[in-house]
């Protein structure tokens, strides 16, 4: 089977796909699309992003409804507002020539009720997030007790962002009889324990290998130190002068500050994140696909559903905490035929994350170094000897030339040239000709000792049992204040008016400078960092618990030390050494 028509699809679903320009099926809608036609069956897709999954569900379900009727038939479950309204635009394209269709959005952050009055217009097809579908099936607002075809998109995403229970729920107020379509990138036991679950003897599909990624995306890493990961961010996107690029951090705040910083050096970036509001996401997701915007830095959550064909990077800032994250974020690159790259920043501490996403992915990293200063003036000054002869001329100068004529009379062509590609090649020199390399080798050292203390950072706070704290709930208290992972703290150690924790060498500035004022339940909490390295080979538990404990510490903390280092050093220092690039 190769063509549209081959798969059974009707003439208003043809005539539709002929406008989208979509040639020939994809691989996933060739095996979903005949059996979802042919059969009343539950069904298990598994299909990287990118891979056409929308239109896998969607002509089926459009064939398959009746739009004379107003009853809602369709249910579409997607994890984020924004993939909710992609999918619902995207079954309106698909659904263009179905007459009488009604296709409605629900999602959190809008009016309820103004959704509530599309739905009772008579909407055949819903397409919501799972929390504001539970919300209005609880306030009566919907009925889905007539719904046919469930289908559960992205469904590793949405048990992923929690919404396990929602969903449930969602389910229990649909018909036994309905089906459901499950798709999902992975394979995850809580995927597994859905499908088993919902589903009545679900047919599955899979293209490619489960878990595996895009063919058409390559992986890199870059090994550098934490503190130069942002110099490194910026190296490689000054060698890739055309970049067109998601920019994955773990924090919303992390993500906020390195915007920040591109745009503060001259980039066109922009932040993309839980924080901001809705009208704000709108606004950089538009700017993002007009292209206005070149590097858009996103957290996990907030990237989910951006489908951006032309991205030609990707660029893991930080590796995110759950493996299979990496996945769906080098999703984002190689969508629709193209070609793409994943870069992975990466300092010693995490490169064994490496090996561990390759078994995932099923595919090698390629080792690479981020580019000195010399090669990326050599590429900024070749792309723009490109630009410039690729220009079509714009006859508007005419008028002016023959001023600028005079001034160059005595110009030879050379010398002009010269000239004209030093104004921005200058800049770059000046900016790159001392930079050091920020290579580092994986073998040197003994950092290869994961295990050893000698990376962590071991630290003072003055909360303990007191202050109601047990291991486990100030590890939880600090790892939200801080933004942190799950495992970025560890030996946490409670006593009775103080306790000590530790992090990643790499998260000391971080932790020192956010809690250099700050202050929880009207007090100041203090965090020093201890000389004990805890639970290590020098007796450190011992120490951690004699009474006074903190006294020693502080003797032997480089408390002063550490304070004016905060100030100016860490990933963002020397970060802006020029402006107005654009
Ligand atoms: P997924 O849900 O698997 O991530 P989407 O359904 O969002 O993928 O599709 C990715 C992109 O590919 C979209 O822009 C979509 O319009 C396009 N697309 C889907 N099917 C085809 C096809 N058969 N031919 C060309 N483009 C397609
Ligand atoms: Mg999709």
Avoid at 54 to 66: E, H, V
Avoid at 284 to 307: P, Y
Avoid at 511 to 529: I, Q, T
């Amino acid at each position: 089977m190769s063509t549209f028509q081959d798969l059974g699809l009707n003439d208003d679903l043809l005539q539709a796909i002929t406008d989208l320009g979509f040639e020939k099926p994809s691989e996933v809608q060739e095996k979903a699309i005949p059996i979802l036609l042919e059969s009343e069956t539950d069904l298990v897709a598994l299909a990287q992003t990118g891979t056409g999954k929308t239109a896998a569900f969607g002509f089926p379900m459009l064939q398959k409804i009746d739009v004379n009727s107003r009853t809602t038939q369709g249910l579409i479950l997607s994890p984020t507002r924004e993939l909710c309204l992609q999918i619902t635009n995207e079954m309106k394209l698909y659904g263009k020539y179905c007459k009488g269709l009604n296709v409605t959005a629900i999602y959190g952050g809008a009016s309820i009720t103004d959704q509530a009055k599309q739905v009772k217009k008579g909407a055949q097809v819903i397409v919501a997030t799972p929390g504001r579908m539970k919300d209005m099936i609880s306030r009566r607002l919907v009925d889905i007790s007539k719904i046919e075809y469930s289908v559960l998109d992205e469904a590793d995403e949405m048990l992923n962002m929690g919404f396990k229970e929602d969903i449930t729920n969602i389910l229990s107020h649909t018909p036994d009889d309905k089906n459901t379509w499950l798709f999902s990138a992975t394979m995850p036991k809580e995927v597994a324990a859905i499908a088993k679950n919902f589903m009545h003897n679900p047919q599955e599909i899979t293209v490619g290998h489960k878990n595996e990624g895009s063919k058409n995306v390559s992986h890199e890493y870059y090994l550098v130190n934490a503190r130069d990961r942002y110099q490194a961010l910026k190296r490689l996107a000054d060698a890739n002068p055309d970049i067109f690029s998601v920019i994955f951090c773990r924090t919303k705040r992390d993500t906020q500050k390195v915007a920040e910083h591109l745009i503060e050096d001259g980039y066109s970036a922009g932040a993309l994140h839980g924080d901001l509001s809705q009208n704000q996401r709108d606004l950089v997701m538009t700017s993002f696909r007009k292209k206005q915007i070149q590097m858009l830095v996103a957290t996990d959550v907030a990237a989910r559903g951006i489908d951006v064909d032309d991205i030609t990077h990707v660029i893991n800032y930080q590796l995110p905490d759950e493996i299979e994250t990496y996945n769906h974020r080098s999703g984002r690159t190689g969508r629709a035929g193209k070609t793409g790259v994943s870069m992975v920043i990466v300092s010693k501490s995490e490169v064994r994350k490496i090996k561990s996403i390759e078994r995932i992915i099923k595919k090698q990293f390629e080792k690479k170094e981020i580019p000195n200063g010399m090669q990326i003036c050599e590429v900024q000054l070749m792309s723009l000897a490109n630009k410039v002869h690729n220009t079509e001329v714009n006859h508007e100068i005419d008028t002016y030339l023959e001023n600028i004529n005079q001034l160059f009379e005595d110009t030879t062509k050379d010398e002009l040239i010269k000239k004209f590609f030093s104004v921005e090649f200058t800049r770059f020199y000046n900016y790159y000709q001392k930079s050091k390399d920020l290579n580092i080798s994986a073998s040197s050292d003994n950092d290869r000792d994961y295990s050893s203390n000698s990376k962590s950072t071991r630290y003072f706070i003055n909360v303990g049992k007191k202050d109601g704290y047990d291991w486990m709930s100030l590890k939880d208290f600090l790892k939200e204040i801080l933004e942190l992972g799950r495992d970025d703290v560890f030996k946490v150690e409670v006593k009775d008016s103080f306790s000590f924790f530790n992090t990643e060498n790499e998260l000391k500035e971080k932790v020192l400078a956010f809690f250099n004022d700050f202050k929880h339940n009207g007090r100041f909490v203090n965090v020093e960092v201890s000389e004990n390295r805890g639970g290590g080979r020098r007796g450190g538990k011992r120490r951690d618990g004699r009474n006074g404990g903190r006294r020693d510490d502080r003797k032997n903390s480089n408390y002063g030390k550490s304070k004016s280092r905060r100030s100016n050093s860490g990933e963002f220092a020397n970060s802006r050494p020029r402006r107005s690039r654009r």
